[in-house]
């Protein structure tokens, strides 16, 4: 079974300042994997997707994920953190047709 | 946009009584999914299906839970006699294809077990 990581539970940051969030993941091949957010009250929405194309993916609101094999790693990155950035993100790996979440990472942003 | 839609928001209910919650899938999209989020935890799959059929469930969608696709629209997941550990949220998807797409997911149904 595929499964990932989060490194981090809960990362603070200053508004304007960069973002890192990191992942983990465990896979016998090639993987598909996503990270999503859920913003409070707000269903899962995908941020952006890695399916074997580029190793730099980039998606919405500026984050962008690079995908490591060397390091089995696809650690989520944003320049300058926004006050709406503040939510939960998950890091998600597809294991067999099914998504397997990773346990998140909540994201406050101090003015 | 297209959206995954789900009633209701939040459900109270008695332990052991049924609950039926529902979702409107996205209209073009073939598989449809739910999970659940027992607050504090991981985001666990409980179900997919397509084609009216169930094509995958976890060890958590035991004999209390069932999944139908009533109509051309509707996506629900029932629960026959509901415990305190059912208590999640539970969240409805769907994609057009299954190897490497994106699932869509619906807002989410709070569901609580008193």
């Known amino acids: 079974a595929q499964s990932v990581t989060q490194l981090d539970s809960h990362v603070s940051v200053s508004e304007g300042t960069p973002v890192l969030l990191r992942c983990n993941y465990s896979?016998?091949?090639?993987?598909?994997l996503f990270w999503y957010v859920q913003h409070p009250n707000k269903g899962l929405q995908l941020l952006l997707k890695y399916t074997s194309a580029a190793t730099l993916v980039k998606g919405i609101n500026g984050f962008e994920a690079e995908f490591k094999k060397s390091e089995t790693s696809f650690h989520l990155t944003k320049p300058s953190a926004h006050m709406s950035d503040a939510a939960e993100y998950f890091c998600v790996v597809m294991d067999d047709y099914k998504l397997s979440f990773g346990a998140g990472t909540t994201v406050t942003v101090r003015a | 946009e297209p959206e995954v839609t789900q009633t209701p928001s939040h459900q109270v209910t008695q332990m052991g009584q049924e609950v039926i919650l529902r979702c409107v899938p996205i209209s073009n999209h073939l598989y449809f999914y739910w999970y659940r989020q027992i607050l504090g935890q991981k985001v666990e799959f409980l179900v997919s299906?397509?084609?009216?059929?169930?094509?995958?469930k976890s060890e958590i969608f035991d004999d209390q839970f069932s999944v139908e696709r009533p109509d051309g629209s509707n996506f629900t997941l029932k629960i026959r006699s509901t415990k305190l550990e059912d208590s999640a949220m539970y969240f409805c998807?769907?994609?057009?294809?299954?190897?490497?797409?994106?699932?869509?997911f619906g807002p989410g149904t709070r569901l609580t077990v008193l």
């Open positions: 998807a769907s994609s057009q294809q299954r190897e490497g797409h994106e699932q869509f």
């Open positions: 896979s016998s091949y090639s993987p598909s």
């Open positions: 299906f397509y084609n009216n059929e169930i094509s995958e």
